[in-house]
Structures are given as structure tokens and as C-alpha cells.
């Protein structure tokens, strides 16, 4: 069955380093998203992204953050300078339908930021 | 601005109990409600998708209903199990086509 996978599973790094979590989406879905989980708090929507740029982002989505589809498979979020409150679950999420399709998401990649 | 709760937030019941989650979403302005399931430390698993224009769903077990009008859904479990055992999310997409989830129920079912 068709899966999103995520790469790292999990990535310890110190505060103010760069962080880029990796998603391979399902291969013919055509809309990509990036949420997360802070420990014990709702999931929460980061950015949309379609036809190779971003069609929503949340308040959480700031400058520090960014999202790329460098080739035909991988979609990456990358966090500049990265703070302690940026520790979390990051899921990455795609669906082939923009309104009514089913949104399928990765395992995750736990980001610690020390 | 959307709001999704889920009640219980958590709930405890013995193994082959019928039991019954409940969603509530403040703006009927919604594509779709879908139901997750979620493993401590895991990613979001599916189980259920519900079209605005549908009343409910069916998988196996599981039965989920929508009254976008009232903004409620339910997910009915049937004959649970041990292995049902997890955190149970409802989430509502919005036009513009994002979800916005609610907290979750956290269901432990006992043998």
C-alpha cells in the first residue's frame, strides 16, 4: 500500500542549528503538507504546498521556516535557526484531491532541539 | 475561527464494550471530516473519511457519522478490542483545503 515516508525518525540538535526533515509524499498525489505535534497539544497545520509553491501558511510558518520540492519526489521543510519551541512531532501529509481527498500522513520526525 | 473538541478526552472501557467518541466542529463551512488513529510516538493513520454530503461511513468495526448542520460527528466502535487501544482524532478540512484537528480521545480498552 501506498505510504508517505519520513526521514529522520528522530534528530537531537542545538538551538540555533539548521534542521531539514525529508518526506517522500505518495507518488500521484499532488498536494503536500507539513503539520505538527508539540508533546501533549493538538496537530497543528504548518503550510500547504501545490504546483511547487505554497498555497497556504499558518502564523507558525515564519521566516525561519521554509518548504521545498527539489526534484519529483522529495518534499522537504527546512528550519533556519531552530529554538527550543520548535521541538515537536513534524508530520509530513499528502492527498491527491485538493477539497475532498483523503490526507495521508507520515510516521513523523521528532525533532529535540537542546 | 474553527474550533474542533472531542468528548470524552479520555475513556476507559472493558474488553467487547460498544462505545461511542464524539466531535463537535463550530463552523459547518467544512469539504470533509476525517477520523485518525494515533499510537504513542506514531504518525496519523486514517480510518475513516466522510464527505460534507454524507451522512456516515462504515469500516469493519468502526462506523462514523456526520450532521454538518448541528456541526457533530460520532465514531462508533464496535466489539472493541485490547488492540483498539489509542488516541482517536477527528479533524475537519476547511476550504482552502487545510484540517484543523481537535485534541483527541484517548481510549484504553481492557482485557
Known amino acids: 500500500e501506498p505510504e508517505v515516508t519520513q526521514t529522520p525518525s528522530h534528530q537531537v540538535t542545538q538551538m540555533g542549528q539548521e534542521v531539514i526533515l525529508h518526506c517522500v509524499p505518495i507518488s500521484n498525489h499532488l498536494y503536500f503538507y507539513w503539520y505538527r505535534q508539540i508533546l501533549g497539544q493538538k496537530v497543528e497545520f504548518l503550510v500547504s504546498?501545490?504546483?511547487?509553491?505554497?498555497?497556504?501558511k499558518s502564523e507558525i510558518f515564519d521566516d525561519q521556516f521554509s518548504v521545498e520540492r527539489p526534484d519529483g519526489s522529495n518534499f522537504t521543510l527546512k528550519i533556519r535557526s531552530t529554538k527550543l519551541e520548535d521541538s515537536a512531532m513534524y508530520f509530513c501529509a499528502s492527498k491527491g484531491d485538493a477539497n475532498t481527498g483523503e490526507l495521508f500522513f507520515g510516521e513523523g520526525s521528532r525533532l529535540t532541539v537542546l | 475561527k474553527q474550533e474542533v473538541t472531542q468528548i470524552p478526552a479520555a475513556l476507559s472501557v472493558p474488553e467487547g464494550e460498544n462505545l461511542v467518541l464524539n466531535c463537535s466542529f463550530t463552523?459547518?463551512?467544512?469539504?470533509?471530516l476525517q477520523w485518525f488513529r494515533q499510537d504513542p510516538g506514531k504518525g496519523l493513520t486514517s480510518l475513516l473519511l466522510i464527505q460534507s454530503s454524507q451522512r456516515e461511513q462504515t469500516s469493519g468495526r468502526l462506523n462514523a457519522s456526520l450532521d454538518k448542520s448541528s456541526g457533530r460527528s460520532t465514531l462508533y466502535i464496535a466489539a472493541s478490542q485490547p488492540g483498539d487501544s489509542a488516541t482517536y482524532l477527528c479533524a475537519v478540512t476547511l476550504y482552502g483545503n487545510k484540517l484543523v484537528f481537535g485534541a483527541g480521545t484517548i481510549l484504553r480498552v481492557k482485557s
Open positions: 504546498f501545490y504546483n511547487n509553491e505554497i498555497s497556504e
Open positions: 463552523d459547518s463551512a467544512i469539504y470533509n
